[in-house]
């Protein structure tokens, strides 16, 4: 199982197709979509974490493979991964087999992260492609990539936890910035989302100027 951590302010396709992808790819029994409460790295999002999760509880709704983690917003401060990836390995054991997800812009900023070379202790890391954006060639983050690089669905089958797995999926250059970006000047992000979260949107009147 895995679960694929992001502000999902708000939650778009390129979330969900990537999900999806990943699922199938790797062979997931499940992915849960993973909204931080408070991110660490950037300022605070223009809605609440409750409304992240609701849009993102929405999203996946009818998707028995893709699910929401709303783990940590009942956790109080800083929303760190490493304390989620604990949390996760206590739940299932040492035994299963668990990834997280990233795209691409998620891997460039990871030193910045709280403990990030502990992270492959308590799960394996999925990388996934991403319009704009590639990895490093060179540096600590190029050297890590190398060092715990694995070969996608035999790694997960190999070990619980432990190794990077990089996927190229369908590219779809959809961030959350534009479809804010959208909505601020009243135009229709319909199409880059689903419309259960995009009248979610409109119903609690979120990202207005
Ligand atoms: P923002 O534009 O506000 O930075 P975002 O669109 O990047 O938001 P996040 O919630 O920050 O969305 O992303 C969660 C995770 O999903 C990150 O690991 C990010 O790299 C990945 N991701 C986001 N959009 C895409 C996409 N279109 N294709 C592949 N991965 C994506």
């Known amino acids: 199982m895995g679960v694929f951590g992001g502000t999902y302010n708000p ?81 299932h054991g040492d035994q299963r087999s668990l990834c997280m997800v990233m795209g691409c812009d998620a891997v460039l900023d990871i030193p910045r992260w709280h403990r990030w070379q502990e992270l492959l202790d308590w799960a394996h890391i999925v990388v996934i492609a991403r319009p704009g954006w590639a990895l490093p060639q060179q540096g600590e983050v190029a050297q890590w990539l190398e060092r715990f690089r694995g070969d996608g669905a035999r790694a997960l089958r190999a070990a619980p936890a432990g190794s990077i797995i990089i996927e190229q999926l369908r590219p779809l250059p959809i961030s959350s910035t534009e479809i804010r970006q959208l909505l601020v000047t009243g135009r229709s992000p319909r199409y880059l989302m689903p419309q259960s979260v995009l009248e979610f949107i409109e119903q609690h009147q979120l990202y207005r100027p």
Not at 17 to 38: F, G, I, N, Y
Not at 41 to 56: G, H, I, K
């Open 11 to 91: 939650v778009h396709f390129g979330h969900l197709r990537s999900a999806l992808e990943v699922v199938e790819k790797l062979d997931l029994q499940h992915l849960s979509l993973m909204p931080c409460a408070q991110p660490p790295l950037r300022e605070a999002p223009d809605c609440t974490a409750e409304q992240r999760v609701a849009m993102v509880e929405l999203a996946v709704a009818d998707e028995p493979r893709l699910g929401c983690d709303a783990r940590e917003l009942r956790r109080a401060g800083k929303s760190y991964t490493i304390d989620s990836l604990m949390e996760l390995r206590a739940e």
